[in-house]
């Protein structure tokens, strides 16, 4: 199950944009909220250590390993290479997804802050604005 849930995830992944803008890690924090939340259990499993006693293969966790490793080339695509922000990143989403599980299952209250969230981090770390497209004055 916890390989099942890395597979799904990586399909999340996969399938998001990568143009190098702060506009992807707030999809990428979108998709991966909802990941988490519309699957509360599965998010335990992957995320917390819930389980007495459970550890995850070595095959399984090298999934979770590839999984970092993707966010570690999606975050340097826009700037961001420090472990201490990629930390910083995964304590946000991780800790948004939690707190709406936790203390709002099935509603929006967490959901709603993510773009704050994903501003406040771009902010602090040094990710520019996403260009907006000027319209061309007639």
């Known amino acids: ?63 979770a390993i590839a999984l970092i490793d993707r966010l570690r080339d999606r975050l340097a695509g826009v700037g961001v290479d420090d472990p201490r922000h990629v930390d910083l990143w995964t304590s946000i989403t991780t800790g948004l997804s939690d707190q709406q599980i936790s203390n709002d299952p099935g509603g929006d209250r967490w959901a709603r802050v993510v773009d704050e969230a994903v501003d406040m981090f771009c902010d602090h770390v040094g990710v520019p604005p996403t260009p907006t497209t000027e319209k061309a004055s007639t």
């Open 1 to 63: 199950m916890f390989a099942e849930g890395q597979h799904e995830l990586t399909e999340v992944i996969d399938a998001l944009p990568t143009t190098g803008a702060r506009d992807d890690l707030r999809v990428g924090a979108h998709a991966f909220f909802r990941f988490c939340t519309d699957d509360p259990v599965r998010y335990q499993l992957m995320f917390q250590r819930t389980l007495p006693g459970f550890v995850p293969s070595d095959e399984s966790y090298s999934l």
